[in-house]
Nanobody, 124 residues
Framework: QVQLVESGGGLVQAGGTLRLSCAASGRTFSNYAMGWFRQAPGKEREFVAFIGWTGGSTVYANSLKGRFTISRDNAKNTVYLQMNSLKSEDTAVYYC?????????????????WGQGTQVTVSS
């Protein structure tokens, strides 16, 4: 069992920045690939970013490339999402997820564990 706790969300003006963190506990963190997803009201959960077990491999949603950066610190059992130049359309609940056998990293069903989410609201 892996427990995931997100933090760092909040209210920010358009153009601002936020850094989300996701702290993991329960199992060996480096055995899990990690992903960030988001879900806006009335919309399906969508892929944001993926990072491989060692941090050497990353994948981003095409629409977010250049603004968002995913990273991980296996010594701290934490994955991060740095979000720059935020837009109102980035408003959503952001979830981190952990998976042992992740193939593409972009599909929610590839992940075994999910956090409770953290709200990000971008005001225009």
């Amino acid at each position: 069992q892996v427990q995931l706790v997100e933090s760092g969300g909040g209210l920010v003006q358009a153009g601002g920045t936020l850094r989300l963190s996701c702290a993991a506990s329960g199992r060996t963190f480096s055995n899990y690939a990690m992903g960030w997803f988001r879900q806006a009201p009335g919309k399906e959960r969508e892929f944001v970013a993926f990072i491989g077990w060692t941090g050497g491999s990353t994948v981003y949603a095409n629409s977010l490339k250049g603004r968002f950066t995913i990273s991980r610190d296996n010594a701290k059992n934490t994955v991060y999402l740095q979000m720059n130049s935020l837009k109102s359309e980035d408003t959503a609940v952001y979830y981190c997820a952990a998976g042992r056998t992740v193939i593409t990293g972009t599909r929610p069903r590839e992940y075994d564990y999910w956090g409770q989410g953290t709200q990000v609201t971008v005001s225009s």
